[in-house]
């Protein structure tokens, strides 16, 4: 990803363009499935992951400056790097947006997500969102238990979500940026 100021909603592609490997990213503990989004209210290959994942509670949102209040508010808030005490899961069931996230040499990688995509980020993993140019997504947030979404911006290396994220997948004392 490259690192220009311009607009973050486009795909802030590196020249020449590096991609990223699905298996890059599940190194760094990101996953990802292509469902069928049309039918996610009775979609079996979605409650498996569910069953198998422990995800017992699940809510829709449509973000868009029309449809959230609060919507510029929220989107910088999205936008600023943060981790989580658990995972990230969304379910885009339409629009597009994209998920950065930190690789373990503190660089960003930008992951396009549109509809069928499910995408799950490790607890502890550095990242941010942003919306399409579109200005517009409808996802599936889903949960193990109640739901809790509670961003801790960076700097958080004494945090024992992110302790345990590079625990798990890489550098141990990795200096804050």
């Excluded at 996610?40 to 029309?66: H, M, W």
């Excluded at 373990?104 to 997500?113: N, P, Q």
């Excluded at 109640?146 to 290396?157: F, G, K, L, S």
């Amino acid at each position: 990803m490259d690192d220009s100021d311009a607009d973050q909603r486009l795909p802030h592609r590196l020249e020449p363009n590096q991609p990223c490997s699905l298996q890059a990213l599940r190194a760094l503990g990101v996953l990802s499935w292509k469902l069928d989004a049309d039918r996610y209210e009775n979609d079996p290959k979605l409650e498996a992951i569910r069953k198998v994942r422990g995800y017992s509670y699940t809510e829709v949102l449509e973000i868009s400056p029309d449809r959230l209040p609060g919507y510029a508010e929220k989107v910088k808030m999205f936008y600023e790097e943060h981790i989580h005490t658990d995972e990230e899961i969304r379910y885009i069931l339409d629009g597009t947006g994209y998920f950065d996230v930190r690789d373990l040499d503190d660089r960003w990688i930008r992951i396009k997500c549109a509809k069928g995509d499910l995408l799950i980020l490790p607890e502890g993993i550095y990242h941010r969102f942003t919306l399409g140019t579109d200005d517009y997504i409808k996802v599936m947030r889903l949960f193990v238990g109640v739901p809790v979404w509670t961003p801790h911006n960076r700097p958080q290396e004494e945090n024992l979500s992110r302790l345990n994220y590079l625990k798990a997948f890489g550098k141990q004392g990795v200096a804050a940026a």
